[in-house]
């Protein structure tokens, strides 16, 4: 056990895919752990267990839970922190409604979101419910910064087996549009606090008619942090979306790609104009009847479809519409669901790469493979889309079984730069302007702005960014090639490259500092050569490059290995990225079959053990911790990982092997003799009953399951389905 409360290990709780997964692999891990008097604890981050946490007041004793983020939020500060995340929801308004609903049809009395809070209790029950949507966990675990890298082991093993990459054509009409101005990089300032300005702040609203009121207050600023604000205008964001729409080409598939479950408040609202536009007629002629079905654009063509459910007149009117339009890049063309369906449906950094990873193409409402207009209306991150396709276009598909890898460092700690998921964006509700006003007096930044503008404000610590550089200067020193991914032309990077400057002089290396579209080509140009190299980012294209590079040169961002060293001395091993889990789930239900890969699990279990061993000395862990990477290895050399389809092996199947090679090199190892004895035994029962396990783990596949929920499966009926073979449990057990 870790000194005072702490366990020595804590694995969180999560949704869909991953939770699944866990639910065979964790009872492995813990009866493992158990041998070497470690102790593995669980903390339940899951989207379902966050929403339960907020309402103990209409909750049973029975079903009330703790707030384990908050709890985790706590433990994280500790230097003895050793925490194991895997990937989570980052709730969308629609996830949020759907898990909503499933608790209360379990019996939870939770009470229904409320989109127009009248009553100051309504205004309260929104406040608990906002405070889980989006990227509400990662904010509050990340007490440092990211070194997100594929281990040696996955990346050799993706090199000698090679995944499908498309062929890119030179004249291939796929392309990246972004708005022309007046976007968020357009209109972003910047400023580091002095010591004079540090202190309280308050974000105000002075309306063009003399009215004044506080968006935000309460605001504390340090010296050194950097604060930025900035806003996108909607009708040029509007007149940007028309523009493209009519400038489509035939045989082009239309698509927007956001991120609307990490920007939980400007990203919906951009992904509604986009509907708004494509819709615009429908919209135009039937305004006043949506308004009484309580249709928000936000929402989606999927809302929209079952509101208008039953009447035969305005689905004959949307069919017109739409077929007038370019079609639509297409989520899943065979049920009909599209791009503009629902928010959380198209995630960039899951579908930009995607699209480049196939040769530039989507899939249309017809089924077909066609090139695709990729509209990405913020030109912050734009540009490193549009370099790439242009980069493939020039040299063709990455030869994936030569190229470097790509590896980064990315700034997080602290919340630093929560862009459009802070509660400090805002859509504006008339013309007027937005100022910072800090306590001494001065208006630190004041934009003019129109109704319905998105304005938002982000910062970043002076601690956290001496850290991030450090980090990259380390993970240079370890690699040869990098960058920091820093444009002088945008007013944010332009204070942080104030800092990136004498950091590196002091430290005596020379790392180019390069914007996203010029780092973007450095990169795949170094990548392509053969060579590694770390791309050292802040927050919001940390998390779109290591889904985008993972993607290509692996296939998988799910194998990536993140490791944040918490500033306070712990440590947070994050596993790859969850994209894909809502896909896995439905295959499990359908066909009790779950493709989902936890190798990155398995890495992160080896780092995690190691860190204890070095943190605590407890030197059975460093035995673990290196059995697990054997154990790695030979899961991948030997072809052990899921298969895609029913009556091949599956997740289940992989975390027996990874068990068995897991005890066999416990068992064979000679520096702890006690861990040597008790593993002996249970890796012969492994190897002896291989057939009867095997067996049993396949039985059940090609038919449906019932797990009791989604958001919130039940236990028994999860644990039966993931947990079929009673031999292989009892060893375990």
Known sequence: MANGDTPDIIYTQVDEAPE??????????????????????????????????QFPDVLTDEQKVEDD?????????????????????????????????????????????PYEPSTDAEKDIKARYDAVKGSAVNPVLREGNSDRRAAKAVKNYAK??????????????????????????????????????????????????????????????????VVDAT?????TLRDFIRAEIDSMEPGVLFSVHLKATMMKVSDPIIFGHFVAIYLEEFISKHGEKLKELGWNPNSGIGALEAKIEGDEDLKADLKAVMDKQPPMYMVDSDRGITNLHVSSDVIIDASMPAVIRAGGIGWGPDGKAAPTKCCIPDNCYAPVYDETIEYFKENGKLDVTTCGAVSNVGLMAQKAEEYGSHPTTFEIPASGKVRI???????????????????????????????????????????????????????????????????????????????????????LETMVAGEDCVTITGNVLRDYLTDLFPILE??????????????????????????????????????????????GEFCALGESLKFLADARGNAKAQV??????????????????????????????????????????????????????????VAAAMVENEATILEELMAGQGEAVDLGGYYHPDEPKTFAVMRPSATLNGIID
């Open 554 to 599: 692996l296939g998988t961002s799910a194998k990536m290995l993140s490791i944040v060293k918490l500033m306070n001395g712990g440590g947070l091993f994050e596993t790859g990225a969850g994209g894909s889990a809502p896909k896995h789930v439905q295959q499990l239900v359908e066909e009790n079959h779950l493709r989902w890969d936890s190798l």
């Open 160 to 225: 000698a087996n090679p995944h499908s990459m498309g062929d890119w054509a030179k004249d291939s009409k796929t392309t990246v549009a972004s708005m022309p101005g007046n976007d968020f990089f357009a209109n972003e300032k910047s400023a580091t606090i002095t010591a004079e300005q540090a202190g309280g702040a308050k974000i105000v609203f002075l309306s063009d008619d003399g009215n004044s009121r506080t968006l935000k207050d309460g605001l504390k600023y340090e010296e050194g942090t």
């Open 231 to 235: 806003f996108m205008s909607a009708s």
């Open 69 to 113: 983020l908050a709890v985790l939020g706590e433990i994280v500060k500790q230097p003895g922190a050793n925490v194991i995340k895997l990937p989570n929801i980052s709730a969308s308004q629609p996830q949020l409604d759907a898990a909503i609903k499933e608790l209360q049809e379990q019996g939870y009395k939770l009470p229904d979101y």
């Open 624 to 681: 673990l911790g290196d059995a697990v990477d054997v154990a790695t290895q030979k899961v991948l050399e030997n072809g052990n990982s899921p298969e895609r389809k029913v009556g091949q092996p599956d997740n289940r199947t992989s975390h027996y092997w990874f068990a068995r090679y897991w005890a066999e090199a416990l068992a064979a190892q000679d520096t702890d003799a006690d861990l040597a004895a008790h593993f002996q035994p």
């Open 437 to 523: 006003v800090l306590d001494n007096g001065d208006i630190l930044h004041e934009h003019s702005v129109n109704e319905g503008d998105i304005w938002r404000s982000a910062t970043a610590k002076k601690a956290p960014i001496l850290d991030w550089i450090q980090l990259g200067i380390d993970r240079t020193k370890a690699t040869g090639k990098a960058a920091f991914w820093l444009d002088a032309n945008r007013a944010h990077d332009a204070e942080l490259i104030k800092y990136v400057e004498p950091a590196l002089k002091e430290a005596g290396i020379d790392i180019p500092i390069m914007a996203p579209r010029e780092a973007t080509r450095f990169t």
């Open 20 to 53: 699944l997964a866990s639910h065979s692999l964790l009872p492995i891990i813990r009866s493992f752990a158990q041998a070497a008097d470690i102790d593995v604890a669980i903390r339940n981050i899951s989207l379902a267990g966050r929403v339960l946490s």
